[in-house]
């Protein structure tokens, strides 16, 4: 097959390969397309067949083997027309899990709309579009409308982006999701109702169409040293600690953070469905980020605003659970992406305290907190960042966030999302704020205790009591 050459890739530059800039493929990819009627095998068979010209390499095997899970969650698909509100009625989806009316409505009358926008997107992207890659410059920006961001994740519906397409090495196409349901992997249930809520709102245009998707990738080009960190003289933020809540429940007023993986997105395409991959399920435009982003480095941030939430859910992990229709907002939110330190191994873990990767850690903080969206001193609704698989000390994580918020004078509001590992918190951010401390001179205590930790010690649980012990007087 045809694939996506170094010429090409050299003439596209730093911009997204779409689908019809393949010229060869994509007449395979509109015959496909326009000459297939819509029912659970059919629908298994286009992709299938769209998925063989994406890939330079493609297992020979039957569609309905490759996708037998989803043909399994197609196949009792009944034939319906007339009340779209079968899709988000009380018996739509019933134990989470869509009833024949729903897939048959999804098929008739959704997926036709999905291969639209397919066809659709030379005149969508008449212009192309440009990646947002690792570069010197401060910042990049790129906007994208509503029916441009359902236009990409139609191609990634049906597979149709190259292998090659995106600057990165992940993937953009959602048939990952697709095979892993062949694999009883539950949290793909949830992820692909949530996608499928998706594109029938964006049918029924049940979104905020005024609201247009700001992404802009920050690169922070003076890091802070040690000496910098500790010569702030700025007081610290307010802290709040909220134990029943979650980071969407913040609001439009704050800034949300996404915990995010260094390749945006993580495993959401995949079997991930914890933090980053729950968020960008739930406000599924958050998925082009993938298509346009590359891997963040150190001193890198990713800023996204205006995607809305479409569903609502519960649970976590392989427990996630798609529970309905998220209702349609004005509000415009924004978060941030920004990638904590991974650890492996009780050894590793220990590396935490190393004042290299504390400065690493504080000045991706910082420039994830260092911008006036979504308004200047917005306060930052955040969490236990890099603290479940990466293996961070919340303590230690906590502490690092407050201080690099306060730099850049944000309140902070913090989901324990009721970890014990919490316990002490508030009432310890209380204590240090009664005692009027600077930026530095928090920053500094924490340095010392690092310092002072030897490779046999436990200090995941010390922190705080290091603190009080020193400034209890």
Request: proline letters at 5%; charged letters at 20%.
């Amino acid at each position: 097959h045809y694939y996506i050459t170094n010429n090409l890739r050299k003439k596209m530059g730093t911009r997204l390969i779409l689908p019809h800039e393949v010229p060869n493929d994509w007449d395979k990819v509109l015959d496909v397309l326009c000459h297939v009627r819509w029912s659970p095998m059919d629908l298994i068979s286009a992709i299938d067949n769209i998925r063989k010209y994406s890939y330079k390499q493609v297992k020979e095997m039957p569609a309905a083997s490759r996708f037998s899970g989803f043909l399994g969650f197609l196949k009792d698909a009944s034939c319906v027309g007339g009340n779209p509100n079968l899709f988000w009625g009380d018996c739509g989806f019933s134990h989470h899990n869509p009833d024949s009316f729903v897939k048959g409505w999804f098929l008739a009358h959704t997926v036709p709309f999905i291969a639209q926008l397919v066809m659709d997107m030379p005149q969508t992207f008449p212009s192309g579009l440009s990646t947002l890659n690792t570069a010197d410059d401060h910042i990049q920006m790129t906007c994208l409308t509503k029916h441009q961001c359902a236009s990409l994740l139609a191609c990634s519906f049906f597979s149709a982006f190259h292998h090659s397409a995106a600057p990165k090495k992940t993937t953009i196409n959602f048939d990952g999701i697709f095979i892993t349901l062949n694999q009883k992997c539950p949290q793909n249930v949830a992820k692909l109702c949530m996608i499928m809520n998706y594109f029938e709102r964006c049918r029924l245009k049940m979104y905020n169409a005024s609201q247009a998707l700001i992404i802009n990738r920050l690169h922070n080009i003076s890091p802070y040293t040690a000496s910098k960190w500790a010569s702030i003289t700025s007081p610290l933020s307010e802290f709040t600690v909220d134990e029943n809540g979650s980071i969407n429940d913040a609001g439009p007023e704050s800034l949300h953070a996404d915990f995010a993986n260094r390749w945006i997105g993580g495993g959401v395409l995949k079997r991930g469905s914890v933090q980053e991959e729950i968020m960008f399920s739930i406000c599924t435009e958050l998925l082009t980020t993938i298509h346009i982003c590359d891997m963040m480095n150190d001193n890198e941030a990713i800023v996204i605003t205006g995607a809305e939430d479409f569903s609502l859910h519960k649970g976590y992990s392989r427990d996630l659970k798609f529970i309905g229709n998220a209702p349609t907002s004005q509000d415009v939110v924004s978060r941030v992406a920004m990638d904590a330190t991974r650890f492996r191994g009780d050894k590793d873990h220990m590396r935490q305290y190393s004042e290299a990767v504390i400065l690493r850690e504080l000045n991706k903080a910082h420039v994830a907190f260092n911008h006036e969206y979504p308004a200047p001193g917005a306060p930052v609704a955040t969490g236990n960042w890099g603290c479940g698989a990466f293996g961070g000390h919340i303590q230690l994580k906590s502490m690092l966030q407050w201080i690099a918020a306060s730099a850049c004078s944000r309140p902070v509001t913090y989901f324990t999302f009721k970890d014990p590992n919490c316990s002490g918190m508030e009432e310890t951010t209380r204590f240090l704020k009664e005692k009027n401390l600077t930026v530095g001179r928090l920053f500094e205590e924490v340095r010392l205790f690092a310092a002072q930790i030897e490779p046999q010690d436990k200090p995941k649980d010390e922190l705080f009591q290091h603190l009080w012990a020193t400034f209890k007087d």
